[in-house]
């Protein structure tokens, strides 16, 4: 892990040379293995609670959006986890 310095001139920081920008930093913690695999998994449950609202959705609220009650079958039956 690299150390950044931060150095004060005349009342404003300035990153030292050589420093990672925050946003760097972030988007490097958020492509670790365990937040990738967790935000799967929060896609995966969203995507199932999804699935069984539009399940509960009548036939006039289905029409509206163009969907058929046979693809919402379709699309309930997936596993949670296939997008």
Same mark, same amino acid.
């Given at each position: 892990? @690299?150390?950044? %310095? ?14 990672? !920008?925050?946003? %760097? ?6 492509? @670790? !293995? ?13 995507? @199932?609670?999804? @699935? ?6 009548? %036939?006039?609220?289905? +029409? %509206? ?12 039956? +997936? !596993?949670?986890?296939?997008?």
């Amino acid at each position: 892990m @690299r150390h950044t %310095d931060v150095t004060r001139s005349s009342g404003t920081f300035t990153a030292a040379p050589g420093a990672v !920008p925050a946003a %760097d930093r972030v988007t490097r913690v958020a492509s @670790r !293995p365990l937040w990738r695999l967790l935000d799967l998994l929060f896609s995966a449950l969203e995507r @199932r609670k999804q @699935r069984h609202a539009l399940m509960g959705l009548d %036939d006039h609220l289905l +029409k %509206d959006i163009g969907v058929s009650r046979a693809e919402v079958e379709q699309e309930v039956s +997936k !596993p949670f986890w296939r997008g």
